[in-house]
T-cell receptor
């Protein structure tokens, strides 16, 4: 049982390049999230998904796209990276149907630097 | 919109003293309040949580209190130890998908 796994762990991009971050969970969770963490600003929600095939915008969605083609995977894409997207990105998942536990489990994070 | 305010942003205590971190939420529909601890370079991990039908919950040296009327909840750590040094986040959840996090408190326990 690996929990929530993110790839890659580190990445350096040049301005204008694109990339995809992959999040995988093996807990049969319905909900998945992408957050970015910047100093002094806590965890800000980028996009989230409440089920396979569904996605929605969070607090800071501009410049990012997501897809959830399979229940266990949630992809975050940057089409044209900008220095303002330098951050640590966390994926999280929560909620298994039929259970009352709504604890969110986090991946280990991806440190992205855009130069 | 929905918001969670967290104070203080940094907190230094002597080893063995108590630490208190406070959060205030805006959405009256919130009914689940977790606290996460994040050590340097690591992922946030749940340390304690409380639901809106409970006023206080304790787990060894950690306790959380909730005042629904004031929309206020707090984390209390007693007999602090150096390994308690980390960033702590509070969050509020309406029982569905949406977690709103506070901006974090950096706790330093001085030996």
């Amino acid at each position: 049982n690996a929990g929530v796994t993110q790839t890659p762990k580190f990445r350096v991009l040049k301005t204008g390049q694109s990339m995809t971050l992959l999040c995988a969970q093996d807990m049969n969770h319905e909900y998945m999230y992408w957050y970015r963490q910047d100093p002094g600003m806590g965890l800000r929600l980028i996009h989230y998904s409440v089920g396979e095939g569904t996605t929605a915008k969070g607090e800071v969605p501009d410049g990012y796209n997501v897809s959830r083609l399979k229940k266990q995977n949630f992809l975050l894409g940057l089409e044209s990276a900008a220095p303002s997207q330098t951050s640590v990105y966390f994926c999280a998942s929560s909620y298994e149907k039929g259970l009352s536990n709504t604890e969110a489990f986090f991946g280990q994070g991806t440190r992205l630097t855009v130069v | 919109g929905e918001n969670v305010e967290q104070h203080p942003s940094t907190l230094s205590v002597q080893e063995g003293d108590s630490a208190v971190i406070k959060c205030t939420y805006s959405d009256s529909a919130s009914n689940y309040f977790p606290w996460y601890k994040q050590e340097l370079g690591k992922r946030p991990q749940l340390i304690i949580d409380i639901r809106s039908n409970v006023g206080e919950k304790k787990d060894q040296r950690i306790a959380v209190t909730l005042n629904k009327t004031a929309k206020h909840f707090s984390l209390h750590i007693t007999e602090t130890q150096p390994e308690d040094s980390a960033v702590y986040f509070c969050a509020a959840n309406t029982g569905t998908y949406k977690y709103i996090f506070g901006t974090g408190t950096r706790l330093k326990v001085l030996a």
